[in-house]
Antibody, heavy 121, light 106 residues
Framework: EVQLVESGGGLVQPGGSLRLSCAAS????????MHWVRQTPGKGLVWVSR????????TYADSVKGRFTISRDNSDNTLYLQMNSLRVEDTAVYYC??????????????WGQGTLVTVSS | DIQMTQSPSSLSASVGDRVTITCRAS??????LNWYRQKPGSAPSLLIY???SLQSGVPSRFSGSGSGSDFTLTITGLQPEDFATYYC?????????FGGGTKVEI
């Protein structure tokens, strides 16, 4: 069974840092583009970042560029999101999502269960 | 960024009904349009990809159509588990963007 399990969410003060992890299983992790998508009640679903299979290409939403870093460990089947200089508006449920194999374009399937990040003083 | 506009934002329906949700892109996206269902308390799950292809394991009551900038998701014979929120998403260009969602309620 293809599975993605996020961890690392929690409560952090504005300006703080947090690292999210996503453990992948049931598929050849090293072959796929991987993404982070976040969801808030007010702004809905928003794509955050993507990384290609060998980490040579990373892309970020303008809202997190320069503050967040996506990375992966193909030997450990794990995706990461390092979040620095966190803002109140980064509060959201963060989902780890599998993309496509050969193209950065493509649908998102499956999704992890999500991890809640709350930025508040 | 490509803006995705869904309508309606919510609708009321009954078990067995036929439901249609529309999604409009702010520019042509060919067939790079995907649909997701999100049940309360759960993550979104893929229903339809590339505008009209049914994801493996998804019931055949779900269908998608459209190309260019106008797309439709149809549910024929609404089931209790279909009372949920539906999102469209364009994968034509970066950043991928989502519609605002359509909540299907009893």
């Amino acid at each position: 069974e293809v599975q993605l399990v996020e961890s690392g969410g929690g409560l952090v003060q504005p300006g703080g840092s947090l690292r999210l992890s996503c453990a992948a299983s049931g598929f050849t992790f090293s072959s796929y583009w991987m993404h982070w998508v976040r969801q808030t009640p007010g702004k809905g679903l928003v794509w955050v970042s993507r990384i290609n299979s060998d980490e040579s290409v990373t892309t970020y939403a303008d809202s997190v560029k320069g503050r967040f870093t996506i990375s992966r460990d193909n030997s450990d089947n794990t995706l990461y999101l390092q979040m620095n200089s966190l803002r109140v508006e980064d509060t959201a449920v963060y989902y780890c999502v599998r993309g496509a194999v050969a193209t950065p374009k493509g649908w998102f399937d499956p999704w992890g269960q999500g991890t809640l990040v709350t930025v508040s003083s | 960024d490509i803006q995705m506009t869904q309508s309606p934002s919510s609708l009321s329906a009954s078990v067995g009904d036929r439901v249609t949700i529309t999604c409009r892109a702010s520019q042509s996206i060919s067939i790079h349009l995907n649909w997701y269902r999100q049940k309360p308390g759960s993550a979104p799950s893929l229903l339809i990809y590339a505008a009209s292809s049914l994801q493996s394991g998804v019931p055949s009551r779900f269908s998608g159509s459209g190309s260019g900038s106008d797309f439709t998701l149809t549910i024929t014979g609404l089931q209790p588990e279909d009372f949920a929120t539906y999102y469209c998403q364009q994968s034509h260009s970066i950043p991928p963007t989502f519609g605002g969602g359509t909540k299907v309620e009893i």
